[in-house]
Each structure stands twice: as structure tokens, then as C-alpha cells.
């Protein structure tokens, strides 16, 4: 199995790496690392929740859960972090670009009373322009049956500039969107990162995040605990803190069970609730995120 990945990271991304550690790990791979190794290739695929097949149900839309779809906005990042879930699939996506395209993602949410959440992912749809992003916004929050719109992006962290006051304005005008982040350790949440979680805030968007639990990350409780207050401290709300997806090439990052489990104690033990995310696993065919 060939994985094709290369290596890319913002401006803002390069110089976070040159002074943390931490992050670092997650812009760069390890010298002599190949993420082509048979024997993970042989467990764990590329596409474990079939995107390309079974939760594909129009051109560039994904639905693996009955009340909420993905879109895929766009097949690049401001950062290919190296435990992506989707890091064999950016080039092979069907990423929806025409009006056609988006008009057919729209009429399957409506034949589809049930579905009430939205959300504009890829790839990051913050790496559109803000006209592109908003032709997304606006064709699903202009749906009565759509409660919330979802802008998934990690340009808090890799690439903070990106959240203008003229974007966040935008994004605020239905009252529908909310943003989904990652953040995955403290040093992430920088001066920048903090500014342009509060122009979203500010604006009445919700912010959330929803980190990855990686080894040599923040694989120990003192730097969970620490992520934690911190993104706290921006007002952005923890979220979940996921298990590495079951997906070929990110072995390396992977956490024993167990070990999570000690760090959920560790930290449930020294922060209240609005500071406490769920820590969860995404298993293939499961009906939700299950808790570890």
C-alpha cells in the first residue's frame, strides 16, 4: 500500500514547529520514517470509514450517522499533520467545486428530514476564499431543517491569520455556524490562536475542539491537563479527545487503551466539567463515538 503524504505546513505552522517539540512531531516525519510498512498496512487501510464507498451517498457528500453529513469542501490544509484520518484519501476525494455540485449535496439534505447538522469539511474549507466558504454557509443554514452548520478547520492552530473580522461577521450572519478545531497541545494555543478564537466568539460562533491523543504529544496527563486549561482559558471549549482513527500510516502516534483511560481518570479528577472533554474512539460501523 502506497500512501502519498508529503510533508507541507504553513508559514505560521513552520515557526510553531521550530519552538515546540509537540507540534513539530505533527508537521514533520521522523528521518527514514515510511508510512508504507506491510504490516500496518495489512490492519489498518486507508479508508476505514468508508468514504469512498458505503457513506458516500452523492458526488463529495458523507453520511455515516442519520442526523448529520459531511461535505468535502476542499482536498488541501493549511498543515498535513501526519496523523491525519484522511491522509490516503485528500487525493483520491470527490471534493465539491460546481454549483451543480453543491445544489445535488443541498436536495439530498432536504430529501432527508432527519438530517439536522451540517458539516463543511475536506481537507479545510478555511483554505477557500471567504466568497467560497460562504456559498457553503449560506446554502445550508438557508435550510429550516438545518439547526447547526459546522466550519471544520484547524487554521486556529496552523494558520490563525486566516480568521479576519470580516470572515467571522460573515460566518455569524445566520446564527447557525459553529466551529470545530483541533488543538493537541498547549503550545498551540498561542497569543495569535487565542485572537482569533476570541474574533469567532466575540461574534457569537461557538468554538469547540476536538483533540487527538498522540504519543510524544500529549500521551500524559499533565500535558493533557495543561492543553485543556488553556484552550479553556481562550474560551474554547474542549470537546472530545479522540483515539487515533483506525487508518494505515500513523502507527506511531497511537496510545494504549489503557494509557487513555489513566489520563481520562487523571484528568476528570482536576477539572471541572466545562473543562472536560469526552474521550471517545470513531470505530467503523458504531453507531456513535464510543467512550474509552
Known sequence: ?????????????????????????????????SSNNQDESEEYGIDPFGELTHASKCFGLKQRFKDRVLIMTSDKCFMNCRHCTRRGLLGKAQVVRTDDELNACVNYVKACPQVRDVLLSG??????????????????????????????????????????????????????????????????????????????????????????????????????????????????RPYYVFMCDPVAGIERFRVPIEKAREIERRCAESLGGLSMPRFVADIPGAKRKTPI
Request: hydrophobic share 45%; with cysteine.
Open 1 to 33: 500500500m502506497k500512501i502519498d503524504f508529503p510533508e507541507y505546513a504553513s508559514d505560521y505552522s513552520k515557526r510553531l514547529a521550530s519552538v515546540s517539540k509537540a507540534f513539530a512531531k505533527q508537521v514533520y516525519d521522523p528521518k527514514g520514517f
Open 123 to 236: 481537507g479545510d474549507i478555511l483554505t477557500l476564499s471567504d466568497k467560497e466558504v460562504m456559498r457553503f454557509v449560506d446554502a445550508f443554514a438557508a435550510l429550516s431543517q438545518v439547526d447547526i452548520v459546522r466550519v471544520c478547520t484547524r487554521a486556529l492552530c496552523t494558520n490563525p491569520g486566516r480568521i479576519t473580522d470580516k470572515l467571522a461577521k460573515a460566518l455569524a450572519r445566520s446564527g447557525k455556524v459553529w466551529v470545530n478545531t483541533q488543538f493537541n497541545c498547549a503550545d498551540e494555543v498561542t497569543a495569535e490562536a487565542r485572537l482569533a478564537a476570541s474574533r469567532l466568539i466575540n461574534r457569537g460562533i461557538p468554538v469547540s475542539c476536538q483533540s487527538v491523543l498522540l504519543k510524544g504529544v500529549n500521551d500524559s496527563a499533565p500535558k493533557m491537563i495543561k492543553l485543556l486549561k488553556a484552550l479553556s482559558a481562550a474560551r474554547i
